[in-house]
């Protein structure tokens, strides 16, 4: 039985083509015995968090069994403010956020995308988290690594020496990652 992942875009105008370049290095990595989904998030520009956690919870809801979660950029700040501000009832196995945006200040367009100050208190309790970020990211700034690193203080942290936000297109340490835990929790 294959295990599954949910891998959930970054933003933009081409964000779901950028990031498939993403998916398919997890897939190639992640060999035969996973199974990505990769939907096409729409963003609804009248709404502050674009619709996107509506259509996480929906695409978590239709995989059957446990579930891997690996989101990148604005899509992994989505995916933690949902699953702060939702009861999970789902089996999450680990979070793997990439490369993921600390959303401050007071600007209207960021209102939606603002994580409660009380988040880590809200999320589903002993999941594995880990954080991805790039040294030389010049989208998501590298100090909001630290910013998460200090909430979530049980997260693996990995720093990506040079890789850009797209981490040069290659999710390998990601796909090792995976499997190691994978391999740890013996999920069939």
Known sequence: MKKHVLFIQGGGDNGYEA??????SLKAALGNGYEINYPQLQSDESVSDFGWPLQ????????????????????????????????????????FLLATPWWSGDEDWKKGLK??????GKLPEHIPIFLYHSMD???????????????LPQASVHII???????????E????????????????
């Not at 695409?59 to 009861?87: C, F, P, Q, R, W």
């Not at 020496?161 to 999710?171: A, C, I, M, V």
């Open 56 to 95: 996480i919870g929906k695409e978590m809801n239709d995989i059957d069994g446990d579930l891997i979660l690996v989101a990148h950029s604005l899509g992994a700040s989505i995916l933690l403010k949902y699953l702060a501000e939702t009861k999970i009832t789902k089996r999450i196995s680990g979070i």
């Open 19 to 24: 990031d498939a370049k993403l998916v398919a």
């Open 137 to 151: 990211d010049d989208v998501a700034p590298f100090e909001h690594l630290s910013l998460y690193a200090q909430k």
């Open 161 to 171: 020496e040079n890789g850009g936000h797209q981490f040069n297109n290659d999710l």
């Open 115 to 120: 994580l409660p100050h009380d988040f880590p």
């Open 173 to 188: 340490f990601v796909a090792e990652n995976i499997k190691e835990l994978t391999d740890d929790l013996h999920i069939n």
